[in-house]
């Protein structure tokens, strides 16, 4: 089986590994005592080709993959329904040649493709060979949350994946992330869970699994894999009040590099996943991961980072936090959905990814057209928001 970088003899983080001249940081995965690069390539968000007759641009993407693992990656991330089922192919094409012995893979198991333990061992099978390999190193319950987990245990999710493990068909029994903390908290004490993926970056530390999440987990010993990092790209681009602030700190970086200089300075996190586009992305994360360790912000650069989301925040247009009391509207508002989209682009400027909610949004017709005024949210809400004013503001500002 192919292992990560051994780095034998090597202290505990700050790993350099030569590499073409090129230094790249290794990180200790936790419990599992194996070592990865802090550096993981994500492949969910490969480009098309210009001339838009398949998801992915096939030759490019293979490119990149070769290119990250030529530079010194040796985690990459991939899902069964990623790129409408074609990045596992894509990524076991770039992985012939001898690739596939350099990394380890991620895949995850989606709970809608599997409803029995005969599901389960069809589409793992499926996987391997799709992804051309005889075992898959992390494989994940994907995007699991009380609900779901509860539906992964009902079909014996937790002991097909034991059992796969005693196979030899993979090695570690894993689960990526998107609800609240206090779900987190359950599910990951809920089973002998061998790493957690979750989502976190700067301005998500309050947010879904959080820094409660990552502190959990760091202390059960399992490693932490970091997915949006730069919150999908958006965080790679500052606005105005952002960038003064990071303009006027007398160290220059990129708003990439301070957003994943912040999240390797935690111990908990055992990789960092980006998924990138274009050769260029991937050489300066290279670089940037080359630069950074647990623990190497300064005071004031912490500071500064705290500022940076203080500055993101003050751009927030309604203090809605999601939790769903207005709802169900009793008119079909999603008045949750649209307060999300409404802030992500006073914060992040206009992004593919908020656009394409809207759309499904208005689609629903579940736009704030829709509101009569009757008020029932208000009473509802527990910040005691004007939901129906900015309900009003929305419809301007979004309906472009
Ligand atoms: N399990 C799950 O539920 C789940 C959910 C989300 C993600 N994931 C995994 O986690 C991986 C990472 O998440 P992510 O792709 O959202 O990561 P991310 O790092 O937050 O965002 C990736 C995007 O950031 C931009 N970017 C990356 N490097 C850059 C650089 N050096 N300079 C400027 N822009 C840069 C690119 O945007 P542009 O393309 O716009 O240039 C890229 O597509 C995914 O690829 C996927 O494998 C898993």
């Known amino acids: 089986m192919p292992c990560l970088s ?63 693992i030529d530079g010194g990656v040796t985690y990459i991330d991939t899902a069964y329904v990623y790129l409408d089922k074609t990045s596992e192919i894509v990524l076991g094409k770039a992985l012939r040649d001898g690739y596939r012995e350099k990394v380890t893979i991620a895949t995850k198991m989606p709970l809608h493709a599997v409803h029995s333990r005969e599901d389960m061992e069809k589409l793992l099978e499926e996987e391997l060979r799709k992804l ?35 196979a ?34 700067f301005m998500d530390v309050n947010n879904q699994a959080g820094t ?31 960038q003064a602030l990071y303009d006027a700190f007398p160290v220059k970086r990129s708003p ?8 390797c300075n935690h ?3 055992a990789t960092v996943l980006s998924g990138c586009n274009e050769p260029e992305q991937i050489e300066e994360n290279l670089r940037i991961f080359d ?5 190497i912000m300064t005071e004031e650069e912490l500071r500064l980072m705290d500022s940076v989301r203080e500055a993101y925040l003050s751009r927030t247009k309604i203090g809605c936090t999601g939790c769903r009391y207005c709802m169900p509207c009793p008119n079909g508002v999603d008045i949750p959905g649209i307060f999300a989209t409404w802030n992500d682009q006073a914060l992040y400027g206009t992004n593919p990814r908020e656009e394409w909610r809207f759309k499904g949004i208005l689609k629903n017709n579940a736009g704030a057209d829709r509101c009569v005024g009757c008020g029932a949210c208000e009473a509802a809400c527990p910040q005691g928001l004007g939901i129906i004013e900015g309900l009003q503001a929305t419809w301007k500002d979004l309906n472009r």
């Open 256 to 263: 990439v590099e301070w957003a994943f200089r912040w999240l």
């Open 132 to 166: 051309q390999t005889d075992h898959i190193d992390f494989y994940l319950m994907h995007g699991i949350n009380r609900k779901s987990w509860e539906a992964f245990k009902a079909i014996g999710a937790p002991k097909f994946f034991d059992d796969m493990k005693k």
């Open 6 to 68: 051994d780095g034998a003899g090597m202290t505990q983080t700050d790993i350099l590994h030569k590499k073409g001249g090129r230094n790249v940081k290794y990180r200790e995965f936790g419990k599992l005592g194996i070592r990865g690069s802090a550096f993981g390539l994500g492949c969910m968000r490969f480009n098309g080709p210009a001339s838009g007759d398949s998801v992915i641009d096939e030759n490019k993407a293979i490119r990149l993959i070769r290119q990250a």
């Open 291 to 295: 630069t950074v360790a647990p623990g």
């Open 168 to 201: 030899g068909k993979i090695r570690y029994k894993c689960f990526s992330f998107h609800g609240p903390y206090d779900e987190f908290e359950k599910i990951v004490q809920a089973s002998d869970w061998d790493m957690v993926q979750i989502q976190y970056n």
């Open 212 to 242: 409660k999440g990552l502190e959990l987990a760091g202390r059960l010993g399992i490693p932490v894999v970091i997915m949006e990092g730069l919150l999908g790209g958006r965080l790679s681009k500052a606005p105005e009040n952002v």
């Open 267 to 269: 111990p908990q996190v």
